[in-house]
T-cell receptor, first 112, second 115 residues
């Protein structure tokens, strides 16, 4: 099954800096979603971008989608220590017949 | 409050002793699923259910069973647990499977250790 792959696997930055995480996938999609997971907790939905959208904002989050390169990026601006978490991208497929598939995540550490 | 509730949150059990992890959602969602999360492997889907009495295998169904007798509940059953089933398990639900753009709601996770 297709799977999003996040890059980098781990990222460490100082508070106030921007954090950028990337996701690549293999086949055509309808939507791509980003989720956040605090250590050992359930995943929480952050933002969804549809295949006909190129950029989307939500608060300090900015998501871009490049369907020609089959990639997406998640930018967190002015990061805070509370942003420390793992971030996952999840993709579906145009047929709608496959479950949402999650990547392995990027572990973000924001150092105060 | 919209919730997916799973129990127990933490469990240590012995090889071969049957156990059930319960999952319940209060959002009238049709679609429910179980994932396991292991270091370096990410989230892998075990089983999913599109509606009552409809279940299907995910990527890693071996050693697990599920049932969906009611819309809100989707228990995960380990008939004869083995140490390789030691993992963090998540139950999740969404409105339905086929509508694009559904958000998935996750439970808080169940840490299972099989010794």
């Amino acid at each position: 099954s297709q799977q999003g792959e996040e890059d980098p696997q781990a990222l460490s930055i100082q508070e106030g800096e921007n954090a950028t995480m990337n996701c690549s996938y293999k086949t055509s999609i309808n939507n791509l979603q980003w989720y956040r997971q605090n250590s050992g907790r359930g995943l929480v939905h952050l933002i969804l971008i549809r295949s006909n959208e190129r950029e989307k904002h939500s608060g300090r989050l900015r998501v871009t989608l490049d369907t020609s390169k089959k990639s997406s990026s998640l930018l967190i601006t002015a990061s805070r220590a509370a942003d420390t978490a793992s971030y996952f991208c999840a993709t579906d497929a145009p047929s709608g017949n496959t479950p949402l598939v999650f990547g392995k995540g990027t572990r973000l550490s924001v150092i105060a | 409050e919209a919730q997916v509730t799973q129990n127990p949150r933490y469990l240590i059990t012995v090889t071969g002793k049957k156990l059930t992890v319960t999952c319940s959602q209060n959002m009238n969602h049709e679609y429910m699923s179980w994932y396991r999360q292991d270091p370096g492997l990410g989230l892998r889907q075990i089983y999913y259910s599109m509606n009552v009495e409809v279940t299907d295998k995910g990527d890693v169904p071996e050693g697990y069973k599920v049932s969906r007798k009611e819309k809100r509940n989707f228990p995960l059953i380990l008939e004869s647990p083995s140490p390789n089933q030691t993992s963090l398990y998540f139950c999740a639900s969404s409105l339905d499977r086929y509508t694009s753009g559904n958000t998935i709601y996750f439970g808080e996770g169940s840490w299972l250790t099989v010794v």
